[in-house]
């Protein structure tokens, strides 16, 4: 059972170019990560939303999670190409299990 | 501070062959989990442990045992290995408490023929 829907699946942009990933759900989650990938390494956290409407912000990268604590949205300003990978997001509920999403994988095109 | 190892890094095994994958972490996690990574599903929880002794199912656990060793080592264990589980395996442990952040190992990719 895919509990978390990522969209979209595949992005190709241009640098500079802004772009936001969204990541949807039925399912309400204690707190909600969002990680990226490179090929051949393990997922790497980029960070984690614990309240309803919560946003953060880690440079050029900003994270929401919605009010009813479902889904979220990771946007991205003036992409670069170092944002290159496969984007993750992971609900985790009260048992301390994870649910992965589908995953978005971004190219940024020089 | 290694993190999370694993061990190994890549593995062909043939139909029916049996294998046990590795896992180690450094940092005092009391979780640790199991998970396996395909094209276009994400990650898929097989197994987790939420402290020395325990492992509970989780989304995919068929055709997998696991054993929490001690608090630093949690292994998998593939029977009787089936086409179907050719994939790449992560590991990945985390504190129960707090934000329970992840951290993976640089995974394992396995064929079976």
């Known amino acids: 059972t895919q509990l978390l829907e990522q969209s979209p699946q595949f992005l190709s942009i241009q640098e500079g170019e802004n772009l936001t990933v969204y990541c949807n759900s039925s399912?309400?989650?204690?707190?909600l990560q969002w990680y990226r990938q490179e090929p051949g390494e393990g997922p790497v956290l980029l960070v984690t939303?614990?309240?309803?409407?919560e946003v953060k912000k880690l440079k050029r990268l900003t994270f929401q999670f919605g009010d009813a604590r479902k889904d979220s949205s990771l946007h991205i300003t003036a992409a670069q190409p170092g944002d290159t990978g496969l984007y993750l997001c992971a609900g985790r509920n009260t048992g301390n299990q994870f649910y992965f999403g589908t995953g978005t994988s971004l190219t940024v095109i020089p | 501070n290694a993190g999370v190892t694993q061990t190994p890094k890549f593995q062909v095994l043939k139909t029916g062959q049996s294998m046990t994958l590795q896992c180690a972490q450094d940092?005092?996690?009391?979780?640790m989990y199991w998970y396996r990574q395909d094209p276009g599903m994400g990650l898929r929880l097989i197994y987790y442990s939420a402290s020395e002794g325990t492992t509970d199912k989780g989304e995919v656990p068929n055709g997998y045992n696991v054993s929490r060793l001690n608090k630093r080592e949690f292994s998998l264990r593939l029977e009787s290995a089936a086409p179907s589980q050719t994939s790449v395996y992560f590991c990945?442990?985390?504190?129960?408490?707090?934000?329970?952040?992840?951290?993976f190992g640089p995974g394992t990719r396995l064929t079976v023929t």
């Open positions: 939303v614990v309240t309803g409407g």
């Open positions: 940092m005092n996690h009391n979780s």
């Open positions: 399912s309400v989650f204690s707190s």
């Open positions: 990945a442990s985390s504190e129960n408490q707090g934000l329970g952040e992840q951290y």
